[in-house]
């Protein structure tokens, strides 16, 4: 499902990028990672779960990078595999845990 809010509050009180909401919520689909990347706002606050890893223009940086350096290959396009940091795992699995205040007020 894909989150209406740019910054969804997470349980830990945080923000999450909507990439990584998409991830949350087990989104499999290319198009609507595409399309969340796409709406993502440059001003938002650096998501606290992936840290900007997963922000258009980190992975654009990076993009370039490898562009820049295949000019020295004959190539017509490449792959580009980014290994996410395990901490990362880490900071998802709490949020997933910890109820937020609204869930606990709701549960009561």
């Known amino acids: 499902a894909h ?7 997470l349980t830990m009180g945080s923000t999450a990028c909507q990439l990584c909401t998409l991830r949350l919520s087990g989104t499999r689909t290319a ?4 399309q969340a990347s796409a709406e993502a706002a440059a ?3 650096v998501c606290s779960l992936c840290l900007g890893t997963l922000e258009e223009r980190t992975l654009d940086a990076a993009c370039r990078a490898v562009a820049e350096a295949a000019v020295a290959y004959e190539v017509t396009q490449f792959t580009l595999n ?3 940091p395990s901490s990362m795992l880490v900071r ?4 997933k845990l910890k109820p937020s205040p609204a869930d606990a007020a709701a549960a009561a």
């Open 31 to 34: 198009g609507e990672y595409g």
């Open 82 to 84: 980014i290994q996410l």
């Open 3 to 9: 989150a209406g809010s740019s910054s969804p509050r």
């Open 43 to 45: 001003d938002t606050p």
């Open 92 to 95: 998802e699995r709490a949020a």
